[in-house]
Each structure stands twice: as structure tokens, then as C-alpha cells.
């Protein structure tokens, strides 16, 4: 027999010898006892004993669940902690440690959950502090530094596993009003010599959406890990007439994640080489049809492939935060040879400066500059028209950002997002534009199981140069955007969710073709074991 079977089952006697002549108040305090010389199977039976002697309070479920939790009995601990997180006096606590418990189980989204509650409470400061730092670490590197507040004594222990894995699908079911963002209303098409008066053929139906991301993470150095993930996402329609609807993209993505802290200051780098494709149909969304130029198919034409890599580096103390990106990407769309492929490149240089006023509040301000440079496809010229002959089409942007986050209860936050882009058509400005972006979200979690979000976004945009329909006659070329989102989502199990959300869209414009109302409503199963 191994000795270390041996031993178990020696201190599993010695444990129970006395139990018969204990109150279930003394078993639960030889069960401390036990906990203390790191005794954790002998504190466990003491603290069935106690429960099975009828003392059921949580603090024997609080300590129950450290117990498993240092035992490596995750599922068992999870359990425990769940009850004790009902009590008022030990809810905070019990959070803290559930989410250290969910990110020992891999599922980093759970403890990100629970690490939340604990960093916007106001009884603890010093539960909230590390939660704050557990929470740093894991969106960017899924390392938390485990720290542990005993029944009795505070300590902080920190361990960090060699690998990390973390899998996430979802799937459900849906119901699009307009899946091809037909026109609102009947328009006569001003880009076409002929002047037909074209009546829009509405459509709607269900869709199943679906999505899964997974990512495995080696941590060979002590702040630095190398990952690789992949993420995907689709939209399938379930009629026959819908099917040019369908989208589906994914992403595999390879790189290395670095993250320290050290006296209230986070320092972390992310950078990887990312790898995507997209397959969607081109068609008319006035029916829906694949387009065709001269006869010829041309279905494909959105669908491509982009590559290449990307940098982030952040640094942030208790009141200041700084970061920079960048970011390079080649678009390769698919030929079809009988018009112009929008093949093109992208570039990004940003950077963001954030102050946070309390723990509660903050200010960011970002600004972004980003080009895409495309290879075959002609810009458009001042009268609107697009001769082969043109340049190749440029845009450049410059982003300026301005955000605002409040807390307003330990279990709810807003906040506000402003945005103006102004984009240069390189060529003559035909295309230029400013838009104004503003956009709200409010988050609010009434039960732990439970988690609402509610945003939206109205965008204006400013055409000096462009016309409807891209002919004079259209006059000035106005576009209003409006979206709105509503997701709620309750947790039947730690690893099972229930989702539903409503998405609102609106586009208004003079030219007709794009003008359009769209609204969808789905119910989704999200499983992250």
C-alpha cells in the first residue's frame, strides 16, 4: 500500500475516533483546528460531522469551501461557497473565493464574474484591492495571483498554473426582420440612366446564430505567457430564400501576453499575429439576390482573408493609465475579375490616456489613426463617377475618442462614449466624411445569477463632397445611423447560461438605397465548462 494512502486513511481515523462524543460545536471547531495544521481531509470530515449534527450556518459552508478549495476539490467547493454567499456577513468573502475557485476550473469568464462584485463593494478594501488585481491579470494573461481570505486570518497565497485552457460555445435560435437590409420604401435609383422605379421586396425569418472561442496558454516565464486562440462566429438562416444571408467568420490568432504588477501598477504587453476569414454573399438587398455583373456570378466578391500582426502595451497606476497600439493587416478579397477587387491594406497607430478620479469613476480620451489603401478598386472622382482610370482608392482616418465610466451601486455602472471620425478620401475628397458618434451602456447585476446590458449608438455623418446615389441630381449625400441592444443573461449553472438579446437598427439617408430598418430577437445556450 503507498504510504501516502496510509496516511490518509490514519488521519481519516483519527479524525473520526472522537466524533461520537462530540457536540456538533466541537467538531466544527476541531475541524478549524484541523484546517490550521493544513489538515484540510480530517477538517473536512470534522465539518460533515458538525453539518450532519445539525449545525448548518454558513460559516461551516464558508470554511467548508476553503477546505475543498485547498483540498483541490473544486466542484465540491464551489458548492459550499455558493451557499455562504447568501449570508450578508459573508458574501463579500465568499465571492472572493469563488472567484478563485472558477479560475482554478479554467473558466476565467466565471471568475471575472465574481472578482467584479468583490472590486465594487464598499465593506472590504482590501478584498476589493486584490480583486482588482486578480481581474488585470486575467484579461490579459488568465493568471490570477491567488489570494485567500481564511475563516479567521487574511493571507495571500499565489499560484500560477503551467497551462490554461479556456472553451466557450454558444448556441441558439433567432428571428431577423429584415435579413438583407432591404429599403424602407419604394425609390427610383438615380445611378441608373434608365431612372427605374425599383420596389424593394421585404423578407424575414429565423436564424440559428452559433459561436465558440477557445484559447490554450503556456505560462513559461513567471509574468508571460504564450497563447494561441481561436474564435468564431455565424448566422445561418433556416429558409431556402434566406440562405444568401448566412454569414460565418473565424480567427486563429498566436502570440505572447505579458502582465506584472508591482506597488499598484499594472504593466502588460499583448502581441500576436492574427489569421482570419470571412464568407459571406454579395447581393442586391433589394431581393436578395446574388448580384451578377454582364452575366457573370459575382457572389463571392466579400468574402476574403486578412493576416498580419499587432502590438498593445499598457501601463496603469492607481489614478493614471496610459497605452499605445498598433496594428498592420493585409485584406485579400476573393477575384471575380469582371469589377474591381477590394483587396487593400490596414494600418493603425493609436494611443489612449485615462485618469480615474476614484475607484468608482473615470475619464479616457483615445485617438486613432488608420489607413486602408486599396490595390484595384478606383476612387471616385468630384461628378461621383469611378473610372478605371482614377487612382486607386485611399481612405485615411483620424479617430478621437472621449469615454466616461460611473459606478453607481456595488452591482451597477454606466457609461458614455463619444466619438469623431474624420475620414479623407486621398484621391480628390469625393468620399470625405465627418461622423459623429455617441453612444451609452448601462450594466446592472440584481442577482449574481443574473447580469442585464442595455446600450446604443446614434452616428451622424457629414458629406462635404458626395451625392445620393452618386450623381448630382441626387443632391448632397446625407446618412443617420441608430442602434440599440438589449442582452440579459442568467446563470442555471456555473457553466450554463441562458441568453437573450434584442438588437434595433435604423438607417436613414436620402440615397434610398440604403436606407433601412432591421430589428432581431434571439435565445442563446452559452456553455463555458
Request: glycine share 6%; no cysteine; proline share 4%.
Amino acid at each position: 500500500m503507498h504510504r501516502p494512502l496510509i496516511i490518509a486513511l490514519l488521519l481519516a481515523l483519527f479524525a473520526a475516533a472522537p466524533a461520537a462524543a462530540m457536540t456538533p460545536e466541537e467538531a466544527f471547531a476541531d475541524g478549524n483546528r484541523l484546517f490550521r495544521d493544513d489538515l484540510y481531509w480530517a477538517a473536512l470530515l470534522r465539518y460533515r460531522q458538525a453539518l450532519e449534527a445539525g449545525l448548518d450556518t454558513p460559516q461551516l459552508h464558508y470554511n467548508m469551501g476553503i477546505a475543498h478549495y485547498r483540498a483541490g476539490q473544486h466542484i465540491r467547493a464551489r458548492e459550499s461557497l455558493l451557499e455562504a454567499v447568501e449570508s450578508p456577513e459573508f458574501r463579500v468573502a465568499a465571492q472572493y473565493n469563488l472567484g478563485l475557485n472558477a479560475h482554478a476550473l479554467g473558466d476565467d469568464e466565471a471568475a471575472l464574474r465574481w472578482f467584479r462584485l468583490v472590486r465594487d463593494q464598499q465593506s472590504n478594501a482590501a478584498l476589493a484591492e486584490y480583486a482588482t488585481v486578480a481581474i488585470s491579470r486575467i484579461r490579459r494573461v488568465e493568471v490570477a495571483e491567488r489570494r485567500e481570505i481564511e475563516a479567521r486570518a487574511e493571507s495571500v497565497q499565489k499560484t500560477r498554473s503551467f497551462t490554461n485552457f479556456l472553451l466557450s460555445a454558444r448556441a441558439g435560435f433567432g428571428t431577423d426582420s429584415n435579413p438583407y437590409r432591404t429599403p424602407s420604401e419604394a425609390y427610383i435609383d438615380l445611378a441608373d440612366p434608365n431612372l427605374p422605379l425599383i420596389v424593394p421586396v421585404q423578407q424575414s425569418g429565423a436564424y440559428i446564430p452559433v459561436s465558440l472561442f477557445a484559447k490554450y496558454q503556456v505560462n513559461a516565464l513567471e509574468n508571460e505567457g504564450f497563447f494561441f486562440a481561436y474564435r468564431a462566429r455565424g448566422r445561418f438562416y433556416q429558409d431556402a430564400e434566406l440562405e444568401s444571408a448566412n454569414e460565418f467568420r473565424h480567427e486563429a490568432s498566436f502570440g505572447n501576453e505579458y502582465a506584472r504588477v508591482s506597488d499598484a501598477r499594472l504593466r502588460e504587453v499583448y502581441s500576436a499575429f492574427t489569421f482570419a476569414q470571412s464568407d459571406e454573399t454579395y447581393y442586391d438587398p433589394d431581393d436578395g439576390v446574388p448580384r451578377e455583373v454582364d452575366g457573370t456570378n459575382i457572389e463571392d466578391r466579400l468574402n476574403y482573408t486578412r493576416y498580419g500582426p499587432e502590438i498593445t502595451l499598457r501601463q496603469r497606476g492607481e489614478r493614471w493609465g496610459f497605452s499605445l497600439a498598433v496594428k498592420g493587416q493585409l485584406w485579400d478579397y476573393e477575384n471575380v475579375e469582371v469589377v474591381p477587387s477590394y483587396d487593400h491594406e490596414y494600418f493603425l497607430f493609436g494611443g489612449a490616456v485615462q485618469y480615474r478620479f476614484s475607484r468608482t469613476s473615470l475619464l479616457r480620451v483615445t485617438v486613432d489613426k488608420s489607413s486602408r489603401r486599396f490595390t484595384d478598386r478606383p476612387a471616385f472622382d468630384l461628378d461621383g463617377n469611378q473610372f478605371i482610370t482614377n487612382d486607386s482608392l485611399r481612405y485615411d482616418y483620424l479617430d478621437i475618442g472621449l469615454t466616461a465610466r460611473q459606478r453607481v451601486t456595488d452591482t451597477m455602472w454606466f457609461g458614455f462614449d463619444y466619438v469623431r471620425t474624420d475620414r479623407q478620401d486621398r484621391f480628390q475628397g469625393y468620399n470625405d466624411y465627418i461622423r459623429d458618434a455617441f453612444a451609452a451602456e448601462f450594466h446592472w447585476s440584481p442577482h449574481y445569477r443574473v447580469e442585464l446590458e442595455l446600450s446604443g449608438e446614434y452616428r451622424l455623418f457629414d458629406y462635404p463632397n458626395a451625392f445620393a446615389f452618386n450623381e448630382p441630381i441626387g443632391g448632397p449625400k446625407t446618412r443617420e445611423e441608430a442602434w440599440a441592444s438589449l442582452i440579459a443573461e442568467f446563470r442555471m449553472t456555473p457553466s450554463l447560461a441562458l441568453v437573450a438579446e434584442a438588437n434595433l437598427r435604423e438607417v436613414v439617408s436620402n440615397d434610398l438605397r440604403i436606407q433601412y430598418d432591421r430589428s432581431r430577437y434571439a435565445l442563446s445556450v452559452r456553455w463555458a465548462p
